[in-house]
């Protein structure tokens, strides 16, 4: 499965931004996917994921109740609705897809190219 993210931006804190993460080849949704971050000088870290069917989702503790992680099947594509940003959510955000829903890095084995998000205070 091929993975595009997109609908990264410049917003000031306290804004919002959608990211959307388009599938293609494989059906996708036979896959978990995630959302995760990579700041400068840091490692890749977890942001939220959610189940096959969008029926479960799990949260990073620093977004729960900013963020929101959603699919449309039919449309292949999944999103994470971002709210309330703050500039330490500054990253560049990639999704990616995997099989069984955990917040490992190494457990997801197709990743899209990244879109950079800036949070400016």
């Known amino acids: 499965v091929q993975l595009q993210a997109s609908g990264g931006g410049l917003v000031q804190a306290g804004g919002s931004l959608r990211l959307s993460c388009a599938a293609s080849?494989?059906?996708?949704?036979?896959?978990?996917m995630g959302w995760f971050r990579q700041a400068p000088g840091r490692e890749r870290e977890f942001v939220a994921v959610?189940?096959?069917?969008?029926?479960?989702?799990y949260y990073e503790d620093s977004v729960k109740g900013r963020f929101s992680i959603s699919r449309d099947n039919a449309k292949n594509t999944v999103y994470l609705q971002m709210n309330s940003l703050k500039p330490e959510d500054t990253a560049v955000y990639y999704c990616a897809a995997g099989l069984t829903l955990v917040v490992v890095t190494s457990a997801y084995g197709y990743w899209g190219q990244g879109t950079q998000v800036t949070v400016s205070s």
């Open positions: 959610i189940s096959q069917s969008g029926g479960s989702t």
């Open positions: 080849g494989r059906t996708s949704s036979r896959y978990v």
